[in-house]
Each structure stands twice: as C-alpha cells, then as structure tokens.
Nanobody
Framework: QVQLVESGGGLVQAGGSLRLSCKAS????????MGWYRQAPGKQRELVAI???????DYADFVKGRFTISREYAKNAIYLQMNSLKPEDTAVYYC????????WGQGTQVTVSS
C-alpha cells in the first residue's frame, strides 16, 4: 500500500492561489488513479479532482476553471494548483490513491479568508 504525504496548505486571502503537493512512497506509474478530496468542518469528504493512469482528469463542478490537477512520475507526486480561491474552499485537503487499496494521506489544511 502506497504511503501519501500532502503539503502546501496554508492561509490565503480570497482570490489568491496555493499549490498542494502529494508525495508517494513509491512509484505511481501503475496506480490506477490518484485524486484530491476535501472535507470542511461538519461536512462529508468530497471529490475535488482526479487523474487516471491514462492521464485523463476530471473535476468537481465547483472547482472547474480554477483548480488544475497534475502528475510528475519522476517525483512520485501529484499536485493541485488552486487559483481564484474562495472562502468556501476552506477545508482539509486529502490525497488519495487507488492502487489496489484505498490509500489516503493525512491531509493539509487550506484556509481562505474573505
């Protein structure tokens, strides 16, 4: 089972940008898919963006046009570029890998102030 470590969260003003990173403990070349999820206080965890082994991407409607998911095999990492952040984007963001297991990182806090 792959181990995942997120980083890059923080406090940003509305309209700002952040780039989240998720580093895997091994090669992600054969991982079926990887993605970013988020969970706000009192809410369920929800899908933000996903990238498949073939390179296809998909986004939740509430981030389309603002967030971009990418992958870097050489660093066993995926990223989430978040632009035009809104206060409602405030949440803990989690990295996920579907590698035969349902693997999760520990999460990174993103706080967007108005």
């Amino acid at each position: 089972q792959v181990q995942l470590v997120e980083s890059g969260g923080g406090l940003v003003q509305a309209g700002g940008s952040l780039r989240l990173s998720c580093k895997a403990s091994r090669s992600i070349f054969n991982v079926n898919s990887m993605g970013w999820y988020r969970q706000a206080p009192g809410k369920q965890r929800e899908l933000v963006a996903i990238i498949t082994s073939g390179g296809s991407t998909d986004y939740a409607d509430f981030v389309k046009g603002r967030f971009t998911i990418s992958r870097e095999y050489a660093k066993n990492a995926i990223y989430l570029q978040m632009n035009s952040l809104k206060p409602e984007d405030t949440a803990v963001y989690y990295c996920n890998a579907q590698d035969g297991f349902n693997s999760w990182g520990q999460g990174t806090q993103v706080t967007v102030s108005s």
